[in-house]
């Protein structure tokens, strides 16, 4: 009797032992759910790289989060941001903002007049590398008025201003402490800015750490800690989705997705996550290089023979899964004065072989690839390597165009490396997307003629001077008459020239978990609004 006593007394002690480790196991559990309630790891293919805002090496949705501007654009138009209200002279030159007094950077810094007029005399000093932006050629001086007032004055009339003090960069604001010998084109000592997330770490090409500013004028985010974890796009990225290491994707800066719409597909069938997805953000496209002499893609009529044979329909219906609406045109109708009237190329093989045929580029017998004076119909078509999406249209176009008597070569290159193509001019083909919503027309527009985007896409064209006039008039037009007459005319040249092939009207999409709330976009296409997310 008494071993038995012993024996089942041993036993409930092991029972409550177990129940306490159970107990503690559980509350460790607890506490990384309630630490997972307020955290996101996003994964991104690149690093964040130079943080620097007036500079462009950096993530844009990462600068997003660090970095304000002194408006915000909206579906509704320019509304107050750093600045509560403006001002905007009879002759429309000079802008006079009243800035908020209660904005802090995230050293402690005051924001003010003096710091506004800081920033933007050290962006105007580095005035050649914001070609692409009319605004860096339009600022004649900045005055600090008042501790509270800014007064912006313009050498002309530029109706895109507020538009463009609204972009993610160059116009945002970083601490004065973080200058370099008073300047930032040359680097910056920190990354302190007056957004809702403060850069608390930044391991290079591993992750970045951004931690709730508790101090945001506009209110302590929920989301208590945002990590960019980089990982390669894809199966690796899909994976660590399963194994709970991300648990948010979204589209990025460079117009790619993190992981395929099937993944996206099996991670919401999980039941673990949701699919968000934006109204028509942008325009995918293949841009030709109208001004490299030696090449085909010079010739108008092998630029809208290559236009006539891609397939769109199949490119958004199977290989983007009905993700993309099927784009007709340089830019989808919801963008500002886009609404025009063109000619629609539609997918015909027979009209691509009839257009190279009447420009002399022939058949011979037996051969696979046209040719002309003796010079095969061959081009390069460059494509971003991390985007899974643009390879498998790229292999899909390369088929159609050997259909046709064209040989495309597909070389897949980083962002970057297509980026600096893009301006060096030493391309065929590559594929490239619009600015978005909140950056359109004016700012595609503007880069057709500025030698670190478009100009080589352009500058070959038979009227590229009347283009270029064209541009200039509406940038400075004050009547909206006038305006609309001129972006009619500007869309009718590069429509009818083929230097811009769409291909399809591009979203942001997000794949978060199913108990986030919250979610929503901004009317640019490189950003998030975090701060406004939240856990239920």
Same mark, same amino acid.
């Given at each position: 009797m008494f071993k038995k006593l012993n024996v089942l007394a041993l036993v409930l002690i092991l029972m409550l032992l177990l129940a306490a480790c159970s107990g503690e196991k559980k509350q460790v559990s607890n506490n990384q759910g309630d630490k997972k309630q307020n955290e996101l790891i996003y994964a991104t293919a690149k690093d964040i790289n130079d943080m620097n805002p007036h500079l462009y090496p950096g993530s844009m949705p990462a600068q997003g989060m660090v970095y304000e501007s002194l408006v915000e654009n909206t579906e509704d138009g320019i509304k107050p941001l750093l600045a509560e209200s403006w001002e905007i002279s009879e002759d429309g030159k000079v802008y006079t903002f009243k800035l908020r007094k209660d904005v802090k950077f995230h050293d402690g810094e005051p924001f003010n007049a003096e710091a506004v007029k800081k920033n933007i005399t050290a962006v105007q000093e580095n005035a050649e590398k914001h070609s692409w932006i009319n605004l860096a050629a339009k600022i004649k001086e900045v005055n600090a008025i008042d501790e509270y007032t800014v007064e912006l004055v313009l050498s002309d009339v530029y109706y895109p201003t507020l538009v463009e003090l609204s972009m993610t960069r160059p116009y945002v604001f970083i601490s004065p402490k973080d200058f370099k010998d008073g300047e930032t084109k040359e680097g910056v000592n920190g990354y302190h800015g007056t957004g809702p997330y403060i850069l608390k770490e930044q391991k290079t090409d591993e992750h970045a750490v951004f931690e709730a500013n508790e101090q945001y004028w506009g209110g302590s985010p929920a989301i208590k800690k945002i990590t960019a974890k980089v990982l390669p796009s894809g199966e690796t990225t899909f994976l660590a989705m399963q194994k709970g290491e991300v648990n948010f994707a979204f589209t990025d800066d460079r117009g790619a997705d993190s992981i395929d719409v099937e993944s996206m597909n099996l991670l919401v069938d999980s039941g673990e996550f949701q699919l968000v997805r934006s109204t028509p953000m942008n325009t995918k496209m293949i841009v030709a290089n109208s001004s490299k002499a030696d090449s085909p893609a010079s010739e108008n009529a092998v630029r809208e023979a290559i236009w006539h044979s891609i397939d769109r329909e199949t490119i958004t219906k199977d290989i983007l899964d009905g993700t993309e609406t099927v784009a007709n045109s340089l830019f989808s109708s919801n963008v500002n004065y886009a609404d025009v009237d063109?000619?629609?190329?539609?997918?015909?093989?027979?009209?691509?072989?009839?257009?190279?045929?009447?420009?002399?580029?022939?058949?011979?017998?037996?051969?696979?690839?046209?040719?002309?004076?003796?010079?095969?119909?061959?081009?390069?078509?460059?494509?971003?390597?991390?985007?899974?999406? !643009?390879? &498998? !249209?790229?292999?899909?176009? !390369?088929?159609?165009?050997?259909?046709?008597?064209?040989?495309?070569?597909?070389?897949?290159?980083?962002?970057?490396?297509?980026?600096?193509?893009?301006?060096?001019?030493?391309?065929?083909?590559?594929?490239?997307? &619009?600015?978005?919503?909140?950056?359109?027309?004016?700012?595609?527009?503007?880069?057709? &003629?500025?030698?670190?985007?478009?100009?080589?896409t352009t500058k070959g064209i038979a009227s590229a001077d009347e283009l270029y006039k064209k541009i200039a008039d509406v940038m400075v037009s004050t009547n909206e008459n006038d305006r609309k007459s001129l972006y009619a005319d500007i869309l009718t040249i590069v429509h009818d020239e083929a230097v811009f092939i769409p291909i399809s009207n591009g979203n942001i999409t997000v794949i978060a978990p199913k108990n986030l709330a919250g979610i929503g976009f901004k009317q640019t296409q490189y950003e998030l609004p975090f701060e406004k997310m939240h856990f239920e």
């Open positions: 063109l000619k629609k190329r539609s997918y015909d093989l027979e009209k691509a072989k009839e257009l190279l045929e009447n420009a002399g580029w022939t058949l011979e017998n037996g051969s696979e690839v046209r040719t002309k004076y003796g010079k095969k119909l061959t081009m390069e078509l460059y494509y971003d390597s991390n985007s899974s999406s !643009q390879k &498998t !249209q790229a292999e899909f176009i !390369q088929y159609s165009l050997k259909e046709i008597g064209a040989e495309l070569k597909i070389i897949g290159e980083e962002s970057t490396s297509i980026a600096n193509r893009r301006s060096t001019g030493e391309y065929d083909l590559l594929f490239n997307q &619009t600015w978005g919503l909140a950056y359109d027309p004016q700012s595609t527009i503007n880069a057709f &003629t500025s030698d670190s985007s478009y100009l080589h």
